[in-house]
């Protein structure tokens, strides 16, 4: 019995056969065994790519709401001062 690439229809030996099939749940001669294993690859590699920058971006919005709250906090602290000598100028 003959064994043929699922996809360009090319002869396969056997054990190209039972190895495509186990792996790939497809026929697949060398080259396309290839194809897949590199979509495979490159899927299992962007997954966590992918979740580091979301990780990287929630770090930036924590620290970006880190600083507008400090940038609050001495705007806040500046006011205070400008009412406090604004009171003492106007001898309150
Ligand atoms: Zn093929």
Same mark, same amino acid.
């Given at each position: 019995? /003959?064994? !043929?690439c699922s996809k360009c229809n090319e002869d396969i /030996?056997?054990?190209?056969y039972k190895y495509s099939t186990k792996n790939f !749940?497809?026929? +697949?001669? =060398? /080259?396309?065994? !290839?194809?897949?294993?590199?979509?495979?690859?490159s899927n299992s590699t962007k997954a966590p790519s992918s979740? !580091? /920058?979301s990780k990287k971006e929630e770090v930036n919005a924590?620290?970006?709401?880190d600083s507008s709250f400090?940038?609050?906090?001495?705007k806040g =602290?500046?006011?205070e001062t400008l009412i406090e000598e604004l009171f003492l #100028? +106007?001898? #309150?």
């Amino acid at each position: 019995m /003959t064994y !043929k690439c699922s996809k360009c229809n090319e002869d396969i /030996t056997s054990s190209e056969y039972k190895y495509s099939t186990k792996n790939f !749940k497809a026929p +697949l001669c =060398r /080259t396309h065994q !290839k194809q897949y294993s590199d979509i495979s690859n490159s899927n299992s590699t962007k997954a966590p790519s992918s979740q !580091k /920058t979301s990780k990287k971006e929630e770090v930036n919005a924590i620290s970006k709401r880190d600083s507008s709250f400090v940038e609050n906090m001495i705007k806040g =602290r500046i006011a205070e001062t400008l009412i406090e000598e604004l009171f003492l #100028y +106007l001898d #309150y």
